[in-house]
């Protein structure tokens, strides 16, 4: 067998080495590629979801330009094209298009992050809350889940007022909240954790639950402690439903940093933000405080995410 | 439940009395118990009681293990072999008669961890390296790091793994966790391996790669073997002893000697003896 050129890209037949590593190269698609793959999809409902809101904008402020008593003047002489144009660039609109959103997002961002009133200072304010509400609801929410586990009666005698508190509608709890402890981020921290802490015990406590049988049989067998058991068996097997919970909470505590500044007229955060764009009629900067909101949203999952990357072992199931 | 009250042995307290119990060291050995046994079952019954119902497991069971033994239990579904198993490894206490392995008591047995177990499904933690695996019983004793890693590494090629010892347990065929299942048990050289139906999941080919493996190992190591299997071949191929059961009580209904030459290999298979002690196994089960 002669020498084949390597630029002629071929495996040289009957070398069974060579034919295997192509197959193998071709079972396994470059990491570039494979994560391409994963991205299409996602950008392709991307641009749908932006068509369907510039269609939105358009249906509706060209509505709501109709019905105005006193419309835009020679408003009835324009051709429908020219109606939509304009529906898609007034500085008023019901639904502010995707550029006008993001234009007024960007421009907001420029602020100085330390003023007081901007953007940014909104931000800080309710991320500070969802990170301390999450925090405390995560602490509450394991230990109640300890608590569950270490005594079977207990367990059954609180979890019905577990569920039920998240039965209460969230709203109707911050003003009493508000009257007892008063306006400020104390009362704020505490609709976040209380809204938060749910889920983790509930998954926690399944977590913890989710040990075989034959797992506590074989660290029997090696005569080990409670402790060990607990720290080498139980809590490890625990940490992917524990943080499935605390993704599921993370976001929960965000609304209800949000819900919680927006029904107690607080004076900070994203809450207020909505309220008073609102309000004022200013709704291309109600929709940059939105996406103001996914944003910090979307950040602290992603820490979620990155954390149990770095903890969880175990094969999980890829979840949204 | 008659067959409780009708055992002549009351409590385990009653084998205080036994001459091997306080037998010291310098005395001249029995010469009629030349081996000496590893696993004393002295007429254990054992019943289950589960809302209300109760419902007798094994009953009158005797039995004595020697000291390296190869024994297998086998017989129909139901028939107590892995409640008998579970027994000796105290994983379930005897309703009435005691067990003793080396002179103590299955418990202390446990607590001084006698037992290697081994178990039908591998039960590998998802969340450690087939190493992390190996050396989770070595961890729990507080065996150092080093001596942690030069055993896992022995152990490892002990059972043909030694470049897999990164990989997660997902990551590998059923055969080869149940591998990694047995060089754990084996990490802290118990002097006793419980095996419950180990390679009852696997294919047939896999089986008996793995029967060798295991024999192998066995002559290594020199553990005693209390093998649990629904496989006649199986049982015949590996055994000293094929200890018979029959179900609802579970009973020892007889104890078929192998006496095939050791060390056994592939060409047993196809021996004459082979197929012989297979049919008197089979025949023994059936009259059951």
Sequence with gaps: MAELAPSDGYPAAGS??????????????????RW??????????????????????????????????????????????????????????????????FSDFFNDLKQSPTADGTLWSDIFWTGQVAVLGFLLGSVIGIALALLFLSSRILAQALMPYVVASQTVPIIALVPPLIVTIGLGIRSEILVSAYLAFFSITISTYKGLQSVEPLA?????????????????????????????????????????????????????????????????????????????????GLILYGALVALEKALVRQRVEATA | MSAMSSGPLGHPQGDAGHPQGDAPTGVAPTPQHAPASAIRIENVSMVYASRGERLLAVSDIALDIAEGEFVSLIGPSGCGKSTL???????????????????????????????????????????????????????????????????????????????????YPWQLSGGMQQRVSIARALSFRPSILLMDEPFGALDEMTRERLNMELLNIWSQ?????????????????????????????????HIVDVELPRPRGAELREDEHFFHRIAEVRSRLYES
Excluded at chain 1, 82 to 96: A, F, G, M
Excluded at chain 1, 233 to 256: E, N
Excluded at chain 2, 125 to 139: A, K
Excluded at chain 2, 157 to 165: A, H, M, N
Aim: charged content about 20%; proline content about 6%.
């Design chain 1, 16 to 33: 069974g080495d060579s034919v295997l590593a192509t197959l193998e190269q071709a079972a396994t698609p470059p990491l570039v590629r």
């Design chain 1, 36 to 101: 391409l793959d994963n991205l299409v999809p996602v950008l392709i409902v991307l641009v749908i979801l932006i068509a369907v809101w510039y269609a939105s904008s358009a249906y509706f402020n060209l509505q709501n330009l109709d019905s105005l008593v006193v419309p835009p003047p020679g408003w009835q002489k324009l051709s429908l094209l020219e109606k939509i144009h304009r529906s898609l660039t007034t500085d008023q609109p019901l639904v502010p298009t995707p550029n006008q959103t």
């Design chain 1, 216 to 296: 506590f049989d074989l660290m029997r067998s090696y005569a080990a402690s409670r402790r060990q058991i607990f720290t080498k068996l139980r809590l490890p097997a625990s940490l992917p439903f524990m943080f499935t919970g605390l993704k599921i909470g993370v976001t929960a505590s965000l609304i209800g940093a949000v819900v919680a500044e927006l029904s107690s007229g607080s004076s900070h955060g994203l809450g207020q933000r909505l309220v008073t764009t609102t309000t004022d009629g200013l709704y291309i900067p109600l929709w940059s405080t939105i996406v103001a909101t996914a944003c910090v």
């Design chain 2, 85 to 167: 198993l579970r027994l000796i490894g105290d994983l379930l206490q005897p309703t009435t008669g005691g067990i003793e392995v080396h002179g103590r008591s299955a418990a202390d047995a446990r607590r001084k961890r006698d037992y290697g177990m081994v178990f039908q499904s591998p039960v590998l933690y998802d969340w450690r390296t087939v190493e992390r695996n190996v050396q989770l019983p070595l961890e729990l004793m507080n065996v150092s790091k080093g001596e942690r890693a030069s055993r896992t590494r022995e152990l490892l090629s002990l059972v043909g793994l030694e470049e897999f010892g990164r990989r």
């Design chain 2, 221 to 253: 190591t020199g553990t005693t073997v209390v093998f649990v299997t629904h496989s006649i071949p199986e049982a015949v191929f590996l055994s000293d002893r094929v200890v018979i059961m029959t179900p609802r009580p579970g009973r020892i209904e």
